[in-house]
């Protein structure tokens, strides 16, 4: 019963809960850029350079038989995936970095902290003293 109870409390751990919810969070936003790249980037790219779609773009290393599929290297899949690795990486970096300036200023603006109280009653002593 002990590693039950033990895994409960690590389970109920703040760090754990955020991290799951985190977790979550990421696979909504990665479908989330998916869909941006897949239906709304790719397109007008694909209409510019003349009408291509870049998910089917793949070289055929053997065509389909009857006993075998077609071997492929599917390099536009590839393509879109990169394309949405790098959308997901720059909103990252921009929400890291919206998060050190919040902090940075946060520092900037606290006031400095209080001496603790023994720096204090050392002050006062030492004051007293040099007026005597």
Not at 45 to 73: C, H, P, W, Y
Not at 79 to 84: A, F, V
């Amino acid at each position: 019963m002990g590693m039950l109870k033990e895994f409960r409390e690590f389970a109920m751990r703040g760090n754990v809960i955020d991290l799951a919810v985190g977790v979550i969070i990421g696979a909504a936003f990665g479908k989330i850029t998916s869909s941006l790249v897949s239906d709304v980037i790719m397109p007008p790219i694909g209409l510019i350079v003349g009408g291509m779609d870049f998910s089917s773009l793949a070289i055929t290393l053997r065509d389909k038989t009857d006993k075998a599929e077609a071997v492929q290297v599917r390099y536009g899949a590839f393509l879109n995936t990169l394309i949405d690795f790098l959308i997901v990486a720059f909103a990252i970096f921009l929400f890291i970095k919206a998060i050190n300036t919040l902090q940075r200023k946060k520092k900037e603006e606290a006031p400095p902290a209080a001496p603790p109280e023994e720096v204090v009653l050392l002050t006062q002593i030492r004051d007293e003293l040099r007026r005597r």
